[in-house]
């Protein structure tokens, strides 16, 4: 059965013309020019992926507030904000509400494609059966590979599918550094250099949010990132 990609973008054009290359690549497609409609679609069906712009209509944010709204329906379901804001602010912005990835609209179909196909792959990855390693523990850190859970000091730390895949790449072998392609790789994810950054300055505020001592992830200059043992 095809999967069904969710389009959210208010410029009629813009979204037939991404609906119509989606479409020649094999997906169903759903297509919403306002966050009310996206909204009671996504009530009666949730689509096995979202792209959604910021500005919807009349709300600037409304693409904002729509990922929150999916988010709370499903902590799994793939995002992607695809808009014209190429703003770090809103960047971050996006990460923050749960999104997976942010694409600006100049980015070429065969990228888009290539950021959808490797989220659907994580989404099968997700529906295999869980590897023998169910739980992962190093030092104050530990994650549950079943539940996806992830805890510091053993207080909960409410990370993202991309942020859980991201800690666990660089705390299953401490001490070694992982540049962007590997961290990318271990997420399943395909991204550029600056969506890696979010994604850690997020992690890092999760973290801080449950230990203001917490000092695990460190940047190694022009090569990646390393987990302290």
């Known amino acids: 059965m095809a999967r069904t990609v969710a389009i959210v973008e208010d410029d009629a054009a813009i979204r037939a013309n991404y609906a119509d290359i989606l479409k020649k690549h094999g997906y169903q497609v759903s297509a919403y020019g306002d966050r009310k409609a996206a909204t009671a679609g996504f009530r009666t069906r949730l689509p096995d992926l979202a792209l959604l712009d910021i500005a919807l209509g009349e709300e600037p944010d409304g693409g904002f507030t729509l990922c929150r709204e999916l988010r709370a329906m499903s902590a799994a379901l793939p995002i992607i904000f695809l808009t014209a804001r190429d703003s770090d602010f809103d960047l971050v ?14 980015a070429s179909m065969p990228q888009l494609l290539a950021r959808v196909a490797a989220l659907f792959r994580r989404a099968d990855l997700l529906r295999e059966p869980p590897a023998a390693e169910e739980v992962l523990e190093r030092g104050l850190l530990r994650l549950d590979m079943k539940r996806f859970h992830a805890s510091w000091r053993g207080a909960a730390v409410d990370l993202t599918l991309t942020e859980f895949w991201l800690v666990h790449s660089l705390a299953r072998y401490p001490g070694h550094v992982k540049d962007r392609d590997s961290l990318m790789r271990d997420a399943h994810i395909v991204v550029d250099d600056s969506t890696i950054t979010s994604h850690v300055k997020r992690i890092r505020r999760k973290f801080q ?15 990646g990132y390393r987990w302290n043992a």
């Not at 912005?93 to 100049?106: E, F, N, P, Q, V």
């Not at 949010?209 to 090569?223: E, Q």
């Open 93 to 106: 912005s996006g990460l923050r509400m749960g999104a997976d990835d942010y694409l600006t609209k100049d």
């Open 209 to 223: 949010a449950v230990d203001g001592a917490f000092s695990a992830i460190d940047s190694v200059y022009g090569l």
